[in-house]
């Protein structure tokens, strides 16, 4: 069975590879999730996930620096 929209989304959120929202609802809609602007639309999901793939991105980054 394939994850939900939201599952999805917190899925690519936490595996560092998105830097913003924006990105992670085109990459959604790639991927071919159904929805994704009203199932991130709610200003509670959309913060967390920004503040997720921010913090994950910018983690991901600094793990490639030498």
């Known amino acids: 069975m394939n994850p939900s929209t939201i599952e999805r989304a917190y899925a690519l959120a936490r595996a560092g590879k998105i ?3 924006a990105t992670l609802k085109r990459r959604l ?3 071919g999730c159904y929805a ?3 199932l ?4 509670n999901i959309s913060r967390h ?4 793939c921010a913090a994950t991105y910018l983690a991901d ?4 620096k030498p």
């Not at 996930?49 to 997720?52: E, K, R, S, T």
């Not at 980054?61 to 490639?64: K, S, T």
Request: avoid cysteine; charged fraction near 25%.
């Open 40 to 43: 991130l639309a709610p200003r």
């Open 29 to 31: 809609k790639a991927d």
């Open 36 to 38: 994704v602007d009203a």
């Open 61 to 64: 980054a600094g793990a490639h």
């Open 19 to 21: 830097p913003d929202v």
């Open 49 to 52: 996930l920004a503040a997720i």
